[in-house]
């Protein structure tokens, strides 16, 4: 069974910063696929970022340019650096892993087998 573990989410101003980070319980090379997720109050589970171990690279429109995801294997960490934070990106943020290639699909968070519990983001205006 692998464990995720968010850690970095806190309160900020608009315009501020933040960066997440996940620690797999194994080494990240056996997960192909790792991306991250949020959901706000009332609203639907989305798409962030993701990553695939053949490079693809996937954003939200509503993040490009201001978040970037990127992947420490040898610390077993995936991270999200979010940039120039907005009000509208208030949520829990859930970094999700899995084993498999999921390509096309990796933006979306039905096929990932592993998620963490989750760490909150406040954006105030």
């Known amino acids: 069974q692998v464990q995720l573990a968010e850690s970095g989410g806190g309160s900020v101003q608009a315009g501020g910063s933040l960066r997440l980070s996940c620690a797999a319980s194994?080494?990240?090379?056996?997960?192909?696929?790792m991306g991250w997720f949020r959901q706000a109050p009332g609203k639907e589970r989305e798409g962030v970022a993701a990553?695939?171990?053949?490079?693809?690279?996937n954003y939200a429109d509503s993040v490009k340019g201001r978040f970037t995801i990127s992947r420490d294997k040898g610390k077993n960490t995936l991270y999200l650096q979010m940039n120039s934070l907005k009000p509208e990106d208030t949520a829990m943020y859930y970094c999700?892993?899995?084993?498999?290639?999921?390509?096309?699909?990796?933006?979306?968070?039905?096929?990932?087998?592993?998620w963490g519990q989750g760490t909150q983001v406040t954006v105030s205006s």
């Open positions: 194994i080494f990240t090379y056996n997960l192909c696929s």
């Open positions: 990553l695939d171990c053949d490079g693809v690279i």
């Open positions: 999700a892993a899995d084993p498999r290639h999921l390509g096309r699909y990796i933006h979306l968070p039905i096929p990932y087998d592993y």
